[in-house]
Nanobody
């Protein structure tokens, strides 16, 4: 299994970025995918998740209305569109594969995900 995240960079407050995560080595369209982030000195935290089918996106409260998770199962890729970025969004962002395929319910904790991308750094600064 490989997850390759990309799209991070430096952006001004209020700006936008789109992160991508290219997946390989497993049946992508059978697994929920998630995005997490980790700021320096802080624990990794849940950002968003999307069901294997592309439905039922779910977000952490602090990104609702600003971030959108989506996926293209034909391209084995999951995305995170980030708008209205704030300084506090500065972190390394990780994509992750849910451990169990096709399971009901939404999971937001790190132990429920078994493979992680290498992370892509997002810096929001003027």
């Amino acid at each position: 299994v490989q997850l390759q995240a990309s799209g991070g960079g430096l952006v001004q407050p209020g700006g936008s970025l789109r992160l991508s995560c290219a997946a390989s080595g497993f049946t992508f369209n059978s697994y929920d995918m998630g995005w997490f982030r980790q700021a320096p000195g802080k624990e990794r935290e849940f950002v968003a998740t999307i069901r294997w089918s592309g439905g039922l996106p779910y977000y952490a409260d602090f990104v609702k209305g600003r971030f959108t998770i989506s996926r293209d199962n034909a391209k084995n890729t999951v995305y995170l569109q980030m708008n209205s970025l704030k300084r506090e969004d500065t972190a390394t962002y990780y994509c992750a594969k849910r451990k169990i395929r096709g399971t009901r319910g939404i999971v937001t904790t790190t132990p429920e995900y078994d493979y992680w991308g290498q992370g892509t750094l997002v810096t929001v600064s003027s």
